[in-house]
């Protein structure tokens, strides 16, 4: 963890919060974008795998299984998402507060 002594003024973290966000949005792509949101939506309401939730996002968008598969594992290579492994099969999906904090950021500013 990082730490200092310096104290951080809340105008110097909105600032780094709002380049942040801006490199998320360079960063991900749309589809990615659109799976995250979809992710946030259903698993607010649902405790779902990641196989369930893949086949839900494929369900309620245009994305298809495979690719909504395939950007799930993306988010979780990227630390935003948190699910099972070999050891703890069938464990619930979830999103990571930043990943949260990108869906709701995301979600207000789609065009």
């Known amino acids: ?3 200092s002594d310096r104290e951080v ?10 380049t942040l966000l801006q490199l998320a949005d ?15 939506r259903l698993l607010k309401h649902s405790d779902l795998t990641v196989t369930a939730l893949a086949d839900q996002v494929s369900r309620r968008s245009d994305v298809p299984y495979s690719t909504a598969k395939w950007n799930l594992h993306a988010l979780k290579q ?3 998402l948190k699910n099972g492994d ?6 619930n999906a979830c999103l990571t507060s ?11 500013n789609q065009q």
Do not use: N, W
């Not at 360079?26 to 946030?40: D, E, F, G, P, Y």
């Not at 070999?86 to 464990?91: A, Q, T």
């Not at 930043?98 to 207000?108: I, N, S």
């Open 98 to 108: 930043e990943a949260q904090m990108l869906a709701d950021y995301f979600e207000r």
């Open 26 to 40: 360079a960063r991900l792509s749309a589809t990615q974008k659109l799976v995250l949101i979809a992710a946030h």
């Open 9 to 18: 003024s809340p105008t110097s973290y909105s600032s780094l919060l709002a």
């Open 86 to 91: 070999l050891c703890s099969k069938g464990e």
């Open 1 to 3: 963890m990082f730490s």
């Open 78 to 80: 990227m630390g935003l």
